[in-house]
């Protein structure tokens, strides 16, 4: 394990914070492979990355967190781990009118919404279901596929989880991705696999058990290699100084001493010594990656709400909860002369 001192030692050097309405961010001065980036947001669901590296514009529609939670007779034998989730989203407020809504009306309208926009692709970052559900898995694949817009999905921590089932986390993990979320990946690998969008790179990172492992280190480092102009993303974020434990991939102050959910959860305690040193390497790696590889920003869910961070140049955006309606608007466009 790596401590909290020698973590913070190793890359927290100037690390800023910024609130995303209106941000602006200059990112590196075109040294190196990385080239020269801008950031800019717009209101609650813009954002705009201009890049000298990006010649043709893309745009993406960012969601997480819908949370669905309808089923059907074949979730019988599962409801004792299921029962809780089944009712923790019935009923949400929409972020925009405040009026009552629910999941499953948000997200057929925020797909209405996609088919307005016409994005190249949709990001779905995890919290799909709010457990492995058949029912609402298949009821979100038959109107993802009728939309016609490519789109692509990583795991969250409660898309596999059923509450108190016996197993590790990534051994759950690993089971219920298998049995019940692989059409959604469609062969992909579900750790850690790259879509080509009109030739920005989009890596789908699965840190749903907000640890990294080694053959997830390695995969990014193969990605990075090739110098792409590329966006990550994820369900957990990334830790970035002055956020809870909640932005947890990476986070120092992760560990059983700071898990306050796992009992209701009804999973296993984060670890007593937190992250592995691998978990920390990747963190490091993502830091390295935006200066000299091209990663040009990342975005995540998990945490129901929108924030922005900026750590030594790299920018972390969080979206808003889908089953309120949250979205992101990302268009990556070529530097303006």
Wanted: aromatic share 10%; glycine share 8%; hydrophobic share 35%.
């Amino acid at each position: 394990m790596v401590s909290r001192r020698n973590f913070i030692k190793i890359g927290l050097a100037g690390s800023l914070t910024l609130a995303t309405q209106g941000m602006v961010v200059a990112g590196n001065p075109g040294k190196g492979r990385s080239g020269k980036s801008t950031i800019s947001t717009s209101g609650d669901t813009v954002i705009k990355i201009f890049s000298d590296q990006i010649k043709a514009p893309v745009k993406l529609m960012v969601i997480s967190d819908t949370h669905l939670w309808m089923s059907d007779e074949r979730e019988d034998p599962f409801r004792q781990y299921s029962d809780r989730m089944s009712k923790a989203y019935n009923q949400t407020k929409d972020f925009q009118t405040l009026a009552d809504t629910n999941p499953a009306q948000e997200f057929e309208k925020t797909l209405a919404l996609a088919g307005r926009m016409a994005p190249d692709a949709i990001i779905i970052l995890g919290d799909l279901v709010s457990y492995p559900s058949e029912a609402a898995i298949e009821w979100a694949k038959t109107r993802l596929d009728a939309t016609g817009i490519p789109y692509y999905y990583t795991n969250g921590n409660h898309d596999w989880h059923y509450e108190g089932m016996e197993g590790t986390e990534i051994e759950l993990r690993k089971e219920w991705t298998r049995r019940r979320l692989a059409p959604l990946f469609r062969g992909e690998n579900h750790l850690l696999y790259a879509a080509d969008v009109k030739g920005l790179k989009v890596l789908m990172l699965d840190d749903s058990v907000y640890e990294i492992l080694p053959e997830q280190l390695e995969i990014f480092r193969k990605e990075m290699k090739e110098g792409k102009p590329s966006l990550m993303m994820s369900h957990i974020p990334l830790y970035a100084p002055g956020f809870s434990t909640g932005y947890g991939c990476g986070h120092p102050d992760w560990n059983a001493s700071t898990d306050r959910n796992y009992e209701i959860e009804r999973r296993p305690r984060w670890p007593e010594g937190g992250h592995s040193k691998t978990t920390f390497t990747f963190w490091n790696e993502v830091i390295k990656a935006h200066k000299k590889h091209n990663l040009l920003a990342t975005f995540a869910g998990h945490v129901h709400r929108q924030s922005s961070s900026l750590v030594d140049g790299w920018p972390q955006f969080t979206v808003k909860a889908n089953l309120s309606g949250g979205y992101y608007e990302v268009d990556i466009l070529p530097m303006p002369d």
